[in-house]
């Protein structure tokens, strides 16, 4: 069974940093392609990154929103996919979901952890 | 930018009955790279569909996916009570790469 554990959200000032981490479990995870996700509270979900298989060359992939603020990385001796953000908006709150990539669909999701950017 | 917009906003529906959810592109997308997921109050997102017609792993035969060019579909025959839950279409392109569509919450009278 495919398992998806986030971890490390919290409460964070505008312009702090935050690490949340994704641990998986139930698949080769050295092989897989991983994406992060946020829905915005009451809102629809938004893609916030990607990073393939180091064997794809384990490079990454950002949208506009969080180019140049957001980091994702992995440790695959570990099973887990970290995203590192840092300059964090007040539109950063949302539930951050961890998941598996497809062929073009997100395969697998975690149950998220909770991001709130307030002052 | 490919833009999504799923129709209608919210579909009430008794059970048995058929729903149909629209989701338009804003050009013409590859079907390939379509996919529909089901969010059910306090869940996670989870795949139903993919490659615009294939059903993810456990995923009933009441659920199916059509359409070409700008114009998608998810079609849920034989409407059930837990079938309750927003709907989301996803496409998967350059930039960004996964775009969804802004959801259809489907009501079980």
């Known amino acids: 069974e495919v398992l998806l554990v986030e971890s490390g959200g919290g409460l964070v000032k505008p312009g702090g940093s935050l690490r949340l981490s994704c641990s998986a479990s139930g698949f080769t995870f050295i092989n897989a392609w991983m994406s992060w996700v946020r829905q915005a509270p009451g809102k629809g979900l938004e893609w916030v990154g990607r990073?393939?298989?180091?064997?794809?060359?384990?490079?990454?992939d950002y949208p506009a929103p969080v180019k140049g603020r957001f980091t994702i990385s992995r440790d695959d001796s570990k099973n887990t996919v970290y995203l590192q953000m840092n300059n964090l908006k007040t539109e950063d709150t949302a539930l951050y979901y961890c998941?598996?990539?497809?062929?073009?669909?997100?395969?697998?999701w975690g149950q998220g952890t909770l991001v709130a950017v307030s002052s | 930018e490919i833009v999504l917009t799923q129709s209608p906003g919210t579909l009430s529906l008794s059970p048995g009955e058929r729903a149909t959810l629209s989701c338009r592109a804003s050009?013409?997308?590859?079907?390939?790279?379509v996919a529909w997921y089901q969010q059910k109050p306090g869940q996670a997102p989870r795949l139903l569909i993919y490659g615009a017609s294939s059903r993810a792993t456990g995923i009933p035969d009441r659920f199916s996916g059509s359409g070409s060019g700008a114009d998608l579909t998810l079609t849920i025959s034989r409407l059930e009570p837990e079938d309750s839950a927003v709907y989301y279409c996803?496409?998967?392109?350059?930039?960004?790469?996964?775009?969804f569509g802004q959801g259809t919450k489907l009501e079980i009278k």
């Open positions: 990073i393939k298989n180091k064997a794809d060359g384990g490079t990454t």
């Open positions: 998941t598996t990539c497809g062929g073009y669909d997100l395969r697998y």
């Open positions: 050009q013409g997308v590859s079907s390939s790279y």
């Open positions: 996803q496409y998967y392109g350059s930039s960004p790469m996964y775009t």
